[in-house]
């Protein structure tokens, strides 16, 4: 039995939505997805405060504050005796009759509930392969938004393909992943894209570059092209469920065994785990 949180009350096992909620019928709405490791939330702050943000973006008022969530996630956390696994979290604008524009007087829709799941350690030691796709999603992907359904596309694609990611390409340009942010090692120095509307600031990326900061590695903020990807020495993605993955292959490009940094990197990211950052 699961114990689910939904709008104030919590549930054991299964809560009923109602067929007018806007997160069906239009996408309207915020999530997030907060990793636990041995029972504890990791980075759980940065990753509410980013909610509030994307929900801010979209107009959407919370009811609740970075604390709340926290609070809820560790009593969800308590009545699931979650040990490794995920909190997600869902808000959508309301439920109204159907209708374009935003329902007066709605009030938003909270979802959280919890599920367990291992982590990546295959990946993250033997590294994975990847494809390249056209990066067709609308124009704001720094919020965290529930219009996934370009994503999902593309991560069909992948898996299709055989890969477990497909690196997105604006105009020539490496974005990000379908659910992942993308690394490039060259000559010691990491690149990855800017944080703008083209990505989503992901939360590990930001522990990543905390990490590259410690040990002293440069951290480069730079967009870059698909040839400079496919001609890196090393190439790793990151999430909060995938943490840090090397990639071995970039469609038929070989890059090759996870390299030293990406293994630097990986300890790094390791020992904020084990802190509890």
Known sequence: MTVVYYNGEFHDDAVTLDINDRGYQFGDGV??????????????????????RSAGEISIALELTVDDYIELCQQ??????LVSGNIYIQITRGVAVR???????????????????????????????????EDFRWLRCDIKSLNLLANVLNK?????????EAVQIRDGIVT?????????????????????????NGITRRVIKECADEQSIPFVEEAFDVEQLLSA??????????????????????IGEPGPITRKLQQAFEEKIQSGR
């Not at 999530?31 to 509030?52: N, Q, S």
């Not at 069909?156 to 477990?164: I, M, R």
């Not at 993605?237 to 490009?253: G, N």
């Open 31 to 52: 999530y997030e997805v907060v990793r636990v490791y041995d029972g504890r939330l990791f980075t759980a702050r940065e990753h509410f405060e980013r909610l509030v």
């Open 233 to 254: 020495d090393e190439v790793f993605i990151s999430s909060t469920t995938l943490e840090v993955t090397p990639v071995r292959q970039i469609d038929e490009q070989i």
């Open 156 to 164: 069909q694609k992948a898996v299709e393909a055989g890969a477990v």
């Open 76 to 81: 969800l956390i308590d009545k699931n005796h």
């Open 99 to 133: 209708n374009h524009v935003f329902p007066a007087g709605a009030s938003p829709v909270t979802l959280m509930y919890t599920y367990e799941a291992a982590r990546p350690v295959e990946g993250m030691q033997s590294g994975v392969n990847v494809i390249t796709a």
């Open 176 to 200: 990000e992943g379908a659910s992942t942010n993308v690394y490039r090692i060259k000559d010691g120095t990491i690149y990855t894209h800017p944080v703008n509307h083209l990505i989503l």
